[in-house]
């Protein structure tokens, strides 16, 4: 299923705790998502003249709240089934945990290690791109930030 004439955006926020372990936030889609019950970063259609990183923090702030600052991109995902159409999800690190329930899109949000993810009930999009999303994680996971 295709969201957006422009394409669709996606967000998932990594954070470093105090000891150093990372997470990452994703949200349970509602019923009334595609793939409802499932669990997936936050975003959405991209709108006409905004960026893949602004339609998908656009939207998460629209689904899961303010985003707080300073953003740090750390790379991006771009799933592409058709010449028209792409899906991309940026990986951005934030400097704390955030995140509630904020419409009808969303059941839960909740932060996890990045190694328990594939053992969630995921969107079947979202799965499909976690391995290389993963793998972007990781590369922070190895900084010495």
Known sequence: M?????????????????????????????????????????????????????????????EVGAIPEPLEVLGEVTFAPASDWRYVTTVVEVPARFGDSLNFETDEVAWFPPDEVAMLDLHSGFAAAWPELLTIVRTLAGSSK
Do not use: I, N
Not at 11 to 17: A, D, I, M, S, T
Not at 39 to 55: I, K, N, Q, R, Y
């Open 2 to 62: 295709r969201w957006g004439l422009y394409g669709a955006a996606g967000v998932v926020f990594v954070h470093r705790e105090a000891d150093g372990t990372l997470t990452v936030q994703l949200q349970k889609r509602s019923a009334f998502a595609h793939e409802g019950g499932t669990w997936s970063c936050a975003g959405g259609a991209v709108e006409p003249g905004e960026t893949w990183l602004e339609a998908g923090l656009r939207e998460a702030s629209e």
